[in-house]
């Protein structure tokens, strides 16, 4: 599980366990108290967004609503394909 470890403003995503290699950790990883205590934040992979029209890309960490996310929204290209699945088969629109 990756973790955010934020020091001076700069962001360090990884592995909990490479982030802080001295520290016992449950099975669950690390708790709020972990986070708080150490200058951690957790950190997400997906954001809301409308499979449609628009797409997940990776992107540097930033911090929004104190979640770190390693992705952004972006608008579909026009040119780019969709699948839709129907009672048939798949359609390309």
Do not use: W
């Not at 990776?58 to 839709?84: L, S």
Request: glycine share 6%; charged share 25%; aromatic share 10%.
């Amino acid at each position: 599980m990756d973790i955010a470890k934020i020091d001076n403003g700069n962001i360090t995503v990884g592995d909990y366990r490479y982030l802080f290699p001295n520290t016992s950790f449950p099975v669950t990883g690390p708790n709020d108290d972990f986070y708080t205590e150490n200058g951690c934040l957790k950190v997400s992979v997906f954001k809301e967004h409308d499979r449609a029209s628009q797409m997940l890309v990776g992107c540097d960490p930033y911090i929004e609503n104190d979640v770190v996310y390693t992705v952004r929204v972006e608008a579909r290209p026009q040119q780019e394909e969709i699948i839709v699945a129907s009672d048939n088969g798949a359609d390309t629109i």
